[in-house]
């Protein structure tokens, strides 16, 4: 399970399922809850059309083939806990905006002046509040449902019913 922040409802979280997974595996994952359960586009069609975009060069794609390949596991199941921000719209004008400062300024060779230091700091903090809120209440809750997943997903191991 890997963790991630920006996509999806304020504090809300999504388990975004990046390999292909087995009836076993999809009846597991539907323990969290059907609704909370996303296919990235690209996988074997498990969750009734659920998809979302397509993801390329990620650390799931990555441990599917370690563990097929170099380990001999023949149905690993890897899947993002993704946490919600802001909305999509506000989330790509912070992207753009810091791509932009990081980018453009003080491009050919020129060194930053201070209001254009002052300008990318901004950008970059923009950038943090978009992935990881200062809201104690989102902080709060987020950590709050992300440990009792992962104890919950702990006792469903333990119990064998993966």
């Known amino acids: 399970i890997d963790l991630h922040t920006g996509l999806g409802r304020w504090a809300d979280f999504q388990l975004l399922v ?3 997974v087995n009836e076993n595996q ?3 994952l539907w323990q969290f809850g059907k609704a909370k359960v996303l296919e990235l586009a690209g996988c074997e069609p498990a969750f ?3 998809k979302i975009y397509q993801a390329s060069g990620s650390f799931g794609h990555w441990c599917d083939y370690l ?3 170099e380990l001999g596991i023949k149905n690993p199941l890897f899947a993002v806990l993704e946490f919600g921000t802001y909305s999509p719209l506000q989330m790509l ?3 753009r905006r810091e791509n932009q400062a990081q980018h453009w300024l003080g491009q050919a060779g020129k060194e ?3 209001k254009g230091k002052a300008s990318k700091q901004r950008e ?3 950038l943090l509040e978009a992935f990881c809120p200062k809201s104690p209440e989102w902080r709060k809750t987020c950590c709050a449902s992300g440990l009792d997943f992962i104890q919950k997903a702990q006792n469903l191991l333990e119990e064998g019913s993966a």
Do not use: I
Request: proline share 0%.
């Open 67 to 69: 563990y097929r390949q």
């Open 26 to 28: 999809r009846d597991w």
């Open 93 to 95: 004008k912070v992207l």
């Open 18 to 20: 990046e390999s292909d």
């Open 48 to 50: 009734e059309n659920k």
């Open 124 to 126: 970059k903090r923009r």
């Open 112 to 114: 930053l002046d201070n």
